[in-house]
């Protein structure tokens, strides 16, 4: 019989599944972590990475709103873009629908909070039976601290089939203080090529170590330990705490050499670097805009530093924890506060304020200082991104992608076998 391929004896032919139509929702390519991960997510689902997953059980539709951001990866042939071309949310409404009506996928998985919102406003124009996923990227009780906007929110909520989790932690949130059922929330990981970035990282600092330059050829002499370069990673907006940073840096007693680097763009630049001259910090203070590629500046790094007010789970952390740096967060959700407290090589802040992150900022680079003073190397060599920051493992591609893939499947009715 044509089609079934070779049948050996005392077996049956096995009729392949059928595969799962899903349609994947961001605002736009590159640009923020929530879009780099939703992106992650369709390449890994549509190729299976090299045949670690079933990719035959996944027909991947991603949608984009508006044009491509800094930054945009290049997706596999696999992955059917659909460019909306709406411009903001608000406007994509009726193509939105129109594109589910055409595509027809059994899942929509939004992965965005405010696009989240509209999908499930738009849901009743959907087809029957066409599954809902939210993936949550903040925590939702400091994202809607109360009032209508709560309830609101809430209630718009409990109209999806999941509610995709980044930590077992910001889904307790969703569940005490939104009033979404426990059973629908799901933890689903972001995926971090771990390995891949350790190497990486490893490589250009043994470059660097070798050349005695330091990141962006900026000139520093790697060589010369006596200054400690202070890493932070993220858009130049009010949430991720950049002026929270500066003045957490101002309060600490700088020895020479010592650095502060800034990597990223946004609205609030101007405003963080006229605030950095009237902190008199400018002459230690680096702002770099926005990198396409931050392994150079991860493997110059001494210490990480994520000073956001409100967060999920940012990428940046995850991706200096596969470098191998000391990390130092505000109790900016409760799942950093999950991923980071006790553990080694990770100092979280006791508040989000300037006075607490300059004391867990004072503690981490003490600590390098310490090392480097006993003749002790390199503080990476011993902070290895398997080693001290064990609790990447569920972040791995291999690991995340598979949460992902058994989530969705669920969602469609098919467990994995």
């Not at 680097?261 to 680096?286: F, K, P």
Request: aromatic share 4%; charged share 25%.
């Amino acid at each position: 019989m044509a089609g079934t391929g070779r049948i050996l004896a005392g077996e049956f032919p096995v009729s392949e599944p059928r595969r799962k139509r899903i349609l994947l929702l961001i605002p736009h390519l590159g640009g923020g972590g929530a879009e780099h991960v939703m992106a992650a997510v369709a390449a890994g689902l549509a190729t299976g990475l090299d045949s670690r997953l079933d990719a035959a059980r996944f027909e991947v539709h991603l949608a984009v709103l508006a044009d491509d951001g800094d930054g945009a990866p290049q997706l596999p042939e696999q992955v059917q873009v659909h460019r909306l071309e709406a411009g903001r949310v608000r406007r994509a409404g009726p193509k939105l629908v129109r594109l589910v009506r055409a595509v027809q996928p059994e899942l929509v998985v939004s992965g965005m909070m405010h696009l989240s919102l509209l999908v499930l406003a738009l849901r009743p124009w959907f087809p029957a039976g066409t599954a809902v996923g939210i993936r949550v990227n903040t925590t939702l009780s400091l994202a809607y601290p109360g009032g209508w906007a709560r309830w609101a929110q809430a209630l718009l909520l409990r109209r999806a089939d999941a509610v995709l989790c980044q930590s077992e932690a910001m889904a307790e949130d969703a569940v005490r203080h939104m009033g979404i059922r426990r059973e629908r929330c799901r933890v689903v990981p972001n995926p971090v090529a771990v390995e891949r970035m350790g190497q990486a990282v490893q490589a250009e600092h043994g470059r660097m170590g070798a050349s005695g330059m330091g990141a962006s050829g900026d000139g520093r002499n790697r060589n010369d330990r006596s200054g400690m370069r202070v890493l932070c990673v993220g858009r130049l907006a009010r949430e991720k705490g950049v002026d929270l940073l500066l003045e957490a840096w101002q309060r600490l007693p700088v020895k020479d050499g010592d650095e502060l680097v800034i990597v990223g763009e946004g609205r609030e630049r101007a405003a963080l670097e006229a605030l950095s001259r009237r902190l008199g910090v400018e002459s230690t203070v680096r702002f770099a805009g926005y990198v396409a590629e931050t392994v150079p500046e991860l493997a110059a790094a001494d210490v990480y530093v994520q000073p956001s007010r409100l967060e999920g789970m940012p990428n940046a952390l995850l991706e200096a924890a596969a470098a191998g740096l000391p990390l130092v967060a505000t109790p900016c959700s409760a799942g950093v506060v999950e991923l980071l407290r006790n553990a080694d090589g990770a100092w979280v802040a006791e508040a989000t304020h300037a006075d607490a992150l300059a004391a867990a900022l004072r503690q981490a680079m003490d600590a390098v200082r310490a090392r480097r003073a006993a003749g002790m190397g390199d503080v990476r060599l011993e902070y290895g991104f398997l080693r001290a920051h064990g609790f990447l493992r569920p972040f791995t591609q291999e690991a995340a992608l598979q949460a992902w893939s058994d989530c969705l499947l669920e969602m469609a009715g098919e467990r994995r076998r």
